[in-house]
Each structure stands twice: as structure tokens, then as C-alpha cells.
């Protein structure tokens, strides 16, 4: 009997309807190119479609709730009529909820806090939520993975208490917010211990700047950083990975299965 075949992470595929965002700000801030870009995240493997309307690059300017639903409702919509599993990445309720209206199935909230108004369009929609940790500010002398699993903990207490099921529920250990670079390493390097919450884990690392600090920003660089931490995260089990680049990340996942990794 042959072993079975080691299950991959779900791919969530990025795609930024704003300005400003660091790696791809402008490419897609039509409705038209937007959507084109959705449809090839999905011709090349995309699971999820994670759209967001507002950039979260250090120094990034707000942008006003009616303004992030204008850059990004009609894109929701049009792209979960192409039978995809869309995700808001927001921090507002208002956003949140018109995305979820027209289809979205899972809020992506990265504010590093359990928001009860959101806990509530949760349950509303019957919509997953990812809890991102986003420290506001870097403390180099923590343990960033106790804090991270600390973090978790008490937001699964905060969850159950609003009535959000665990299995609507997925954590992001935040890599790139509030970090310093040594720490986001940490972080990928113990991703192990994160699974011993036996919660769905998504690790969105592709092309944050701790890569660009240790090794380059150019597009060598840049894929090797990204190859080595969708690796680590094939090798630790996580659930869902977020990606720019899903032919890339597919290509991995083969090299990965190969080597059994």
C-alpha cells in the first residue's frame, strides 16, 4: 500500500485593488484589470482570492470606509461570480460587510485584534475570519512565538465568548507586522508550535520586507525568499498560504512532493 500523498497548503491568491500597495500598488485599480488578474490567480491554481482595497505597507495612507468599498465591491462581486472563493482583506466592518453581501465567504482582518463587529458579520454570514497578530509596536526583547501563541490563545477565549465557532476561525501569525526581521524569522522557523492549537494556520510572508533586508528586492531575490518560506510552510503543515505569485508557489508544492517535504 503506497503512502498517502502529503496534503499541501490551500493557495490564497493576492489581489490588490489599490495605489499604493509595496509590491504590485497601481497594476490592478481598475474594475477591468482587476478581474483579468483574478481570473489567471485562478487559472493558475488559486484557491482563494484575497482582495483588498486599502494598502497595509508600512507608512500606507487610510483610505475612507465609502472610499475602500468603491475600489473594491464591484471587483468582489464580478469575481465571486466567476465561482471563486473571494476574501476581504479589511480592517472595517463596513467594508467587511458589503463584501460579504455580495459573496465574499471569508474576512480577512489584519487590525491584530478581535473585533466584536466583526465577530458579529462572522456569525451574520456565517463567514470564516482570519486573526491576524499586528502588534502595534516592536518589542525586540519578547518571545515572539510565545507571544504569537499567547496571542492566539486569547483570542480563541475572546472568539468563543462572542459565539464564533473554532471551525469559522483561522489565525495569521502576522509575519511583517509589528516584527523586527529576526523575529519574522522566529516566527516561520517554529511554525511547528503554532500547530499545536490544532487551528487552521495561514502564513502570509510573499515578498515582505524581511526578505528584502536579508538578501535583496530584486525578482531573484525575491523568489528565492518566497520559495524558501512556502518550503517551511509545506514542511510544518500550515493550512493556507498567501501568495502574489500561485504558478510559483505551485511549482514549489511539485519540487516539495518530490522531495517529500
Known amino acids: 500500500m503506497e503512502p498517502e500523498e502529503k496534503r499541501m497548503p490551500l493557495i490564497m491568491g493576492i489581489l490588490n485593488v489599490t495605489p499604493d500597495s509595496f509590491y504590485d500598488g497601481g497594476e490592478h485599480d481598475t474594475v477591468e484589470s482587476a478581474v483579468s488578474h483574478a481570473k489567471k ?52 466592518p463596513e ?13 480577512n482582518d489584519v487590525s491584530g485584534t478581535v473585533n466584536p463587529k466583526m465577530t458579529e458579520l462572522s456569525k451574520k454570514y456565517n ?10 509596536e516592536i518589542d525586540e526583547d519578547i518571545n515572539i512565538v510565545n507571544d504569537v501563541l499567547e496571542f492566539f490563545e486569547m483570542s480563541l477565549e475572546d472568539l468563543s465568548y462572542l459565539g464564533v465557532p473554532p471551525e469559522n476561525v483561522i489565525f495569521d501569525p502576522g509575519i511583517g507586522f509589528g516584527k523586527t526581521t529576526e523575529q519574522n524569522f522566529d516566527v516561520i522557523r517554529n511554525l511547528y508550535e503554532l500547530k499545536t492549537l490544532k487551528m487552521p494556520i495561514l502564513l502570509g510572508a510573499s515578498n515582505k520586507s524581511y526578505i528584502k533586508k536579508t538578501i535583496g528586492a530584486d525578482d531573484i531575490s525575491l ?4 520559495t524558501v518560506t512556502i518550503t517551511a510552510a509545506v514542511r510544518d503543515d500550515v493550512d493556507i498560504i ?14 516539495c512532493r518530490r522531495l517529500d517535504i
Open 223 to 226: 523568489i528565492t525568499g518566497n
Open 242 to 255: 498567501r501568495v502574489h505569485d500561485v504558478s510559483h508557489a505551485k511549482k514549489v508544492f511539485e519540487m
Open 127 to 136: 463567514a470564516r475570519i482570519i486573526i491576524t497578530h499586528a502588534p502595534r
Open 95 to 107: 467594508t467587511a460587510e458589503a463584501a460579504l453581501s455580495l459573496g465574499a465567504s471569508i474576512i
Open 41 to 92: 490567480l485562478m487559472r493558475d491554481g488559486a484557491d482563494i482570492i484575497d482582495i483588498g482595497g486599502e494598502s497595509t505597507r508600512p507608512g500606507f495612507t487610510p483610505v475612507s470606509v465609502s472610499e475602500e468599498i468603491r475600489r473594491t465591491a464591484e471587483v468582489v462581486s464580478r469575481v465571486c461570480a466567476l465561482g471563486a472563493v473571494v476574501s476581504i482583506d479589511t480592517t472595517k
